[in-house]
């Protein structure tokens, strides 16, 4: 694996377009540590007038969004090569300096809250800007009965830095410290598994090269199951710890909040797969069936079942293939695209130290950034229409929004995401030249089903089961985290499936359960791209303009009312249920391509 110095450089992200060099970061720094301290000359005197409130606000805003740049340019120089200690010492600055801001800043909502409404109602009236605050104040204001002191608030925010140690641990361990073994390929050759090509070793037609893959990569989180029961117990605790202290009910109801999504919406997600888990079960029934296997492991869930379609992309085919696919979104959506192809938005190739992945990110004021581990699977070109689904999305947010409204909610931000890789698969499956093409596109489609819809939807009972247990004060040991695993796996895969015990360490190596009750959102966004695409596929009127302003709207409206936009309602369960039935149709269209071909 070529080093980061070797990597060329049109294959890597020009983030100089986002801080020029390390030095202007340093002076930035400088400055923002300085600006912190202005806090305290607003500090219990919001009431005073509005020009005194709408002063705070923006200088919130204007250290909000310095530090933010600050905070994602150094993360991003990081996970270019996590072992590089400068950057790691730049993030955890950083990072403790947005924990400063927050300690500073804390008084800001309970002296909000503080105010009394008509006041605060007569400076709302006021002509001098601080109506742009409205939306920000009416979501403060939502949140009175989970506000504590002023002095509450303060060592809340005070206590921030001491307790992500969890997620930092996991982060470090699993990018700069772990290290897999080393396997013989289909020639003889060794191959270190890496976070990178993993997937690629599971979609091997070599059963003996996927099995040896899957074990390899298990082996060493096995050895490391304590540690990392501890680090995840850790987290979760820290987020009952939180969810109590700002009284609410539970550490979901907290996070759920936060997207100003009803808790009505996961239980929906659950009940919905649950009730349609048969589907999954024939699913993986056929799966054995087409591979010939006597029984169907883990490790075989990945390979394409269609071998003789198999194939790998270079990365111009993929950026082909992606800009055709997307077509139906219009000429503006496809130049932007094109745009971010040219100018370096992206980050293609693995490097040693570099993050595992895939992801979207930047900071307002600058064009959005793709890192990608390009392999040249299949798979990979859908990623690189995903991540650049988040970036267009943010494209357009940021444009149409003020800092204050631009970064939307995380309930919506697979949306967009899953909405380009939906209808890349519509795309290709129109333009299949023979039924083992269109079968091999129906394997892939419904694989990201599996492993969105139904694959998310278990992590998210998991996540919920875990935290449960860990808010009555249950033990959360290796034990009985891969047994809870366990179960799941056996459950959601239903009798066709030999279910591995390796696969009982797989909760180990999931970043995501990081940043709590962040997953469901792909099974709902799925279920909403797939309505999305529907529409806009069919050619619906107002179909694209209403998804353009959905894309546009940030966060300057709840998020389940920006997919009404989209005509799609996900406070019903009818998106989920409407996006397994799909999935069932795609099954026996599957099954009908395997039986004509035989």
């Known amino acids: 694996m070529k080093k980061r110095s070797e990597a060329d450089v049109k294959d890597t992200w020009k983030l100089e377009d986002m801080v020029a060099e ?16 202005e806090y305290a000359s607003y500090k219990g005197r919001l009431a005073d007038s509005a020009d ?3 002063a705070c606000l923006s200088f919130d805003d204007r250290l909000s969004q310095k530090i933010e740049r600050l905070y994602v340019y150094a993360r991003m120089r990081s996970d270019e ?6 950057y790691q010492d730049m993030f955890s600055r950083v990072q403790t300096l947005s924990y400063r801001a927050a300690e500073n800043s804390s008084f800001l909502v309970p002296e909000i809250l503080s105010m009394d409404r008509e006041l605060l109602d007569r400076y709302m009236e006021t002509d001098n800007g601080i109506s742009h605050f409205k939306r920000a104040l009416e979501i403060i204001l939502a949140r009175r009965d989970h506000t504590l002191s002023a002095e509450m608030e303060e060592l809340l925010a005070q206590s921030y830095d001491a307790t992500q140690g969890a997620s930092q641990i996991f982060t470090m361990f699993n990018n700069a410290d772990v290290k897999f073994p080393v396997i013989t390929g289909e020639n003889g050759e060794g191959i270190q598994i890496t976070h990178g090509n993993y997937i690629s070793l599971m979609e091997n037609q070599d059963r003996r090269i996927r099995k040896d893959a899957f074990e390899g990569l298990y082996s060493v989180y096995e050895q490391f199951s304590n540690t990392l029961a501890a680090a995840f117990s850790s987290n979760v605790k820290q987020a009952v710890f939180y969810a109590k202290a ?5 550490s979901r109801e907290y996070y759920l909040a936060d997207n100003e999504v009803p808790e009505l919406v996961y239980d929906n997600l659950v009940k919905a797969v649950r009730e349609n888990i048969t589907k999954l079960h024939e699913y993986t029934r056929v799966r054995g069936d087409v591979l010939g296997v006597d029984e169907l492991h883990m490790y075989d869930l990945y390979v394409p079942m269609v071998a003789a379609a198999d194939r790998h992309y270079t990365y111009e085919e993929a950026k082909a293939i992606v800009l055709e696919g997307l077509e139906p979104l219009g000429e503006e959506y496809l130049s932007l695209l094109r745009q971010g192809f040219d100018n370096r938005w992206i980050d293609v190739y693995e490097n040693e130290g570099k993050r595992s992945g895939a992801y979207s990110w930047g900071t307002y004021g600058s064009h959005p950034y793709v890192l990608l581990n390009f392999h040249g699977t299949l798979n990979d070109v859908f990623t690189l229409a995903h991540e650049m689904g988040h970036s267009i999305h943010t494209w357009y947010s940021d444009k149409n929004q003020p800092f204050t409204y631009a970064g939307y909610k995380i309930f919506v931000a697979e949306v967009a995401s899953t909405c380009n890789e939906a209808l890349l698969i519509r795309h290709l499956l129109k333009k299949a030249g023979s039924r083992e093409e269109k079968a091999y596109l129906l394997n892939h489609f419904l694989e990201s089903f599996r492993g969105t819809l139904f694959r998310q939807t278990m992590f998210a009972e998991f996540e919920d089961m875990a935290h449960k247990r860990a808010a009555s004060g249950e033990s959360l040991t290796a034990e009985s985290l891969c047994n809870a695993y366990r179960q799941l796996n056996t459950d959601y895969f239903g009798p066709a499936m030999t279910v591995d015990r390796q696969i009982d360490y797989e909760w ?15 099974a709902t966004g799925f279920s909403a791209a797939v309505a999305i695409s529907s529409r806009i596929m069919s050619g619906e009127p107002g179909a694209l303009e209403g998804y353009k302003k959905f894309l546009s709207g940030g966060c300057s409206m709840k998020p389940i009312d920006l997919l009404k936009l989209c005509g799609v309602d996900m406070s019903t369960t009818r998106p989920v249920d409407e996006a397994l039935g799909f999935f069932g149709e795609l099954l026996e269209e599957f099954k009908t391509c395997i039986h004509t071909n035989e």
């Open 81 to 86: 090569d996590t072992t590089v200690q400068r």
């Open 22 to 37: 390390d030095g202007l970061w340093e002076q930035m720094f400088k400055e923002a540590s300085g600006e912190i301290n």
């Open 246 to 250: 700002k009284k609410y009910a539970s």
């Open 52 to 54: 005194t409130l709408y």
């Open 508 to 522: 180990e190596r999931i970043p995501h359960f990081y940043t709590p009750f962040y997953v469901y959102q792909y």
